[in-house]
Structure formats: C-alpha cells, structure tokens
C-alpha cells in the first residue's frame, strides 16, 4: 500500500545518485542496446527517472515500488536503455525482499529463480547460442541475485532482533528472580526480627504496666527485673542478628541460629515472664527419633515455640501452658497449648503477624499448621497451636 511516510535520507541519497548517473551516461551516449523500437536517446530518461523516484518508497512502499519498477524495467527494453536504470531495478528488488511483508520476502526470490529460469529457456528456445545464456544470466543479476541477498540480510537481521529479545527477556526473568529473592529474603528478615522482639518486648510492656498500675514495691521490684532481663536478652538476640547479616547476608539460616537444644532455656524465661500473670510454663519432650535436624526445621521449630508463648503471654487466661515435641521418622510435630479467656491484669495488643510468620515458616518448609481454639474433654477451652514439619527435605 502506499505510504505519504517521509523517506529516508539514504533513499533520497540512493534516488538522486541514479539519476545523476543515468543522465551522465546520457550524455556520454553510452547505452546498452540499439535497434529498439524507441531508439531517439532521450526516450530512455523516463523509464530512468521512474526508477529513481521509486527509490524513494524502497522502505515505506517497497512492494508497491517493485511492481512499477518492473513495469519501467519492461518499458526500458524499448529504449536504448540505460545501466542506471538496472542497477536502480535491482536495488528495489533487494529492498523488496528487506523491507515488505514476511510472507512477500519468502515469494520474491521463489518468483525471481523463475523468471530467470523461464527467460534463459525462452532465448534458448528461440536464439539457440551462448547469447541466449549469457541474457538468462543476466536476467538473474538483476532479478535473483538482489532477491537472494536480500533475504540472507533479513535473515540475519531477524536473527540479531530474535536474540536481542531472548537477551532482554533473560535480563527481565533474571531482574524478576533478583526482586523475588529480596522479597523472600526481606520476610525472612521481617519473620526474624519479629519473633526476636516481640518475646521480649512483650513481656516489658506486660510487667512495665504492672509495675505502674500496682502500687506495691515488691512488685516493682521484680517487675523491673523481668524488665531488665528481657532488655538485656533482646539486645544480645539483636546485636546477633546484626552480626550475621552483615557476615553472611543473604546465605540463609546460620549455624548460630536458635536451636531445640536451648528450648528448655526459652521456656524458663518464658516461665519467669509469665509467673505474676498466672501462667505455668511447661515443657513435654519425647520426641522418639534422637537424630539431628535439618538447621531450618530446627529454627522453624524455635521459633514457632517462641511466638506461641509470646502470643500466651499477651493473651492466655491464668493456668497451664504446655510446650510438647513429638518426632517420628518423617515429621516433627510442635504443640503449644494455654487456656482461652479472660485474665485479670496488663495485657499486650497483638497485630497477628506473629500467626502470618509462623505459616510462612511452615510453609517454606512443605509442613502444615494450625492454630485455634479447642475444648478438652473436661469442657476447658484452650488456644492450641500445632505444627507439622517435615524432617527430610521433599523433592
């Protein structure tokens, strides 16, 4: 279809060589055949300038200037021609190939090897000599050879943008694996920092609140306490965790990390935490496989215990919390229990990140959690948390 489209400064370049060249071959009277049917010299201008201004459409038309150009091509056979004029054909054959429409690309050539080849039959069938040969093989300089230069040069350009976009799509996929490992690696950090401080933090507020709502020195006296060692604590957890994302970055969990080792460690301080609130802090281990466990199912396990008996801390009613452990071969299975309803007392609001962390935790690992009120058989209600991790690592 033809375009208004401005053409491009090579192709104005290419349009006003050709003709400057044609009209000096004009001038100096070289032509490439005689005896035509128009043989005064000047006849031969017009299928030149034709041809020239086609060339300024090679790109927004080419399709569109091929056609007219084989119609001067044709035209320029009854003159006494001019080199120009060819040279200026083949050039929009080769841009025909380049530039048309993919499926316009792959007929030209089809279309130029039969024309050469039913033109070289023809002179041979009608002019049997070498001279018949020789305008068969031109007839594929002109026609064929442009054409097949053409698609060897589209080829290998679409091959360059192909690979171009391969390239821009392994950056993007490589930019989206980057995010998404930040992204993991920021809630691994979040998780972290959350069950680090919050324990802490949430026993301070409890006993600092009691400490200024209770008017008994005593109290104060082992309220602070509580205070100064959950505030030592929780700047020793702090300043390790620094520690290691600065050494290790983003290597995943540390050999240092918490491990089921110092659980026993974690329930007494969480016992002391919760003695003025009411709260019996007790551990049940019998976990009947004594191997080691993977470093992630161990810290997983930790601290899905810490976050519990934080979360009982801030909202248990007064009476027992029970940590319990059971191993099998393939699964660790981790119990936290404390009773529901109301207490007497400071509490500490909750923002339930604590509960979003624990089930990122198990779900990273391919285990399964639940957490929610339960009734005993003796019509107690409890808050139960169970977890289900999975001790060997699952394809």
Same mark, same amino acid.
């Given at each position: 279809m033809f375009s208004l489209a401005r053409p491009h400064r090579d192709d104005v370049l290419l349009a006003v060589t050709g003709l400057a060249g044609g009209v000096f071959l004009w001038l100096v009277g070289l032509h490439i055949q005689n005896g035509r049917l128009f043989d005064a010299p000047w006849v031969s201008l017009l299928p030149l300038v034709v041809m020239s201004a086609l060339e300024l459409l090679r790109r927004s038309a080419p399709l569109t200037a091929l056609a007219i150009g084989s119609v001067a091509l044709v035209a320029d056979q009854f003159t006494v021609g001019s080199l120009a004029t060819l040279l200026l054909f083949t050039d929009l054959v080769y841009a025909a190939v380049l530039y048309g429409r993919p499926a316009a690309s792959r007929r030209i050539p089809v279309i130029a090897l039969l024309v050469t080849v039913a033109v070289t039959a023809g002179f041979i069938a009608l002019v049997p000599s070498a001279d018949a040969l020789l305008l068969g093989i031109l007839t594929g300089m002109v026609s064929f050879g442009p054409a097949l230069t053409g698609a060897a040069v589209r080829n290998h350009r679409d091959a360059a943008e192909a690979a171009r976009l391969r390239a821009?799509?392994?950056?993007?996929?490589?930019?989206?694996?980057?995010?998404?490992?930040?992204?993991?690696?920021?809630?691994?950090?979040?998780?972290?920092?959350?069950?680090?401080?919050?324990?802490?933090?949430?026993?301070?507020?409890?006993?600092?609140?009691?400490?200024?709502?209770?008017?008994?020195?005593?109290?104060?006296?082992?309220?602070?306490?509580?205070?100064?060692?959950?505030?030592?604590? @929780?700047?020793?957890?702090?300043?390790?965790?620094? @520690?290691?994302?600065?050494?290790? @970055?983003?290597?995943?969990?540390?050999?240092?990390?918490?491990?089921l080792a110092s659980l026993d460690t974690l329930v007494e301080q969480a016992g002391a935490n919760s003695a003025s609130s009411g709260l019996t802090v007790t551990l049940d281990d019998a976990r009947e496989e004594a191997g080691p466990l993977p470093a992630p199912v161990e810290l997983a396990a930790y601290r899905i215990v810490q976050e519990s008996l934080t979360n009982a801390l801030k909202h248990a009613a007064p009476g027992p919390v029970t940590v319990r452990l059971r191993r099998s071969r393939e699964v660790l299975a981790v119990e936290v229990s404390s009773v529901s309803g109301e207490r007497p007392g400071p509490r500490a609001p909750g923002s339930g990140a604590g509960l979003v962390g624990m089930r990122e935790r198990v779900a990273l690992l391919g285990g399964t959690i639940e957490a929610g009120p339960r009734r005993r058989g003796d019509g107690t209600e409890i808050w139960l948390v169970r977890a289900e991790l999975p001790v060997e690592e699952r394809a």
């Open positions: 821009d799509q392994t950056a993007l996929l490589a930019e989206m694996d980057r995010v998404q490992a930040v992204t993991a690696e920021r809630a691994r950090m979040a998780r972290e920092l959350h069950d680090i401080v919050a324990n802490h933090l949430s026993a301070i507020a409890i006993h600092s609140t009691a400490a200024l709502s209770i008017d008994d020195p005593g109290t104060s006296r082992d309220a602070l306490g509580v205070i100064r060692q959950n505030s030592v604590d @929780g700047l020793a957890e702090m300043r390790r965790l620094i @520690g290691l994302l600065r050494e290790n @970055g983003a290597a995943g969990p540390p050999s240092v990390a918490p491990t």
